[in-house]
């Protein structure tokens, strides 16, 4: 259920309208009930609306339970289902059969309504459990992915985005560009306020990164005072002018933690993948790194573009970015 106090929300489907009435009736005071006799109309309703449990028979020419059950968890593998059947105990291993295949129970005709309650209450304890185990891995999943300063990604969840949109860009022929953004004498800052402001100067680069870049742009804190950005579709002009931004929106930000409000600068490397080159993804990151060495060597905050083509790039070790 998405809201903790509302009623779960059930699907009843069979086309007998005596047992579908029952069912309705005996169930309506608990849960929120949507019954059909119409089998057909059971996927467009699961898609529709937030159900948390199916009940259906399993008998419903030219449908049948299994077919409802093998739809139903396509669609959201978190909905349980409960088969009713009015086969003889001994004549039931196609329920038994479909529990295997993901249904939560099943149920005889005719069916006991306290059962049904206990069956339906075991159904939604299952499923809440589902959900918060669920819950638990995308938040494991994303503290194992994300710089735990900077909530950006780290750089083994980099590695992985970027060759995926390094793909991509191959495929569709879609240009990609890439910055890498390094602090200026961040050492000495270290050195001269501690580490903590190192940590909080950081952490507000990364909150400069999140605010002023698209949701669809990769970005990294790449090691210790290093970050990466990479655009989909950016061009050298686009790029350029973002790295002009960030380098001035970070100038002129001004640390009170310090004895003296501090001023921080960056410097920044940034390339263009180019629809139809054939350099492999390396190249890219490469060449913002060549040109990130170069804007530090220059003094430090600036931005400083090097092509993917330039000589010097073929010259870099391929491990120094490590894809």
Known sequence: ???????????????????????????????????????????????????DLVITDIMMPPFSGFEILRRVKEANELIEVILLTGEAP????????????GAHDYLLKPVNLWELKAAIRSALEKQQLRMENKRILQELVRIANADYL?????QRSFFSLYSQEFERSVR????????????????TINDR??????DLILERIGNVLIKHTRVSDI??????????????????????????????LTENEFYDFADQP?????????SVYKVGSHQSANYLLNAADLALLSAKRAGGNCVVFKNVDDPAVRDIVSTTVGV
């Open 1 to 51: 259920m998405s809201e903790k106090n509302r009623k779960a929300k059930i699907l009843v489907i069979d086309d007998n309208p005596d047992i579908l009435g029952m069912l309705e009736i005996g169930l309506h005071n608990e849960f929120d009930v949507i019954a059909i006799s119409q089998p057909e109309k059971a996927l467009d309703i699961v898609k529709a609306d937030d159900i």
């Open 90 to 101: 001994d004549q039931a291993k196609p329920a038994v059969s479909a529990i295997q295949g």
């Open 150 to 154: 900077t909530g950006l990604s780290n």
């Open 172 to 187: 569709y022929r879609r240009s990609l560009s890439c910055i890498f953004l390094d602090v200026d004498k961040f050492k």
């Open 193 to 198: 306020y501690g580490h903590r402001c190192g």
């Open 219 to 248: 970005k990294c804190r790449y090691g210790g005072d290093e970050f990466v950005v990479v655009l989909p579709e950016g061009n050298q002009e686009g790029t350029e002018c973002l790295a002009e931004k960030l380098r001035h």
């Open 262 to 270: 501090l001023k921080v600068t960056v410097s920044l490397g940034v």
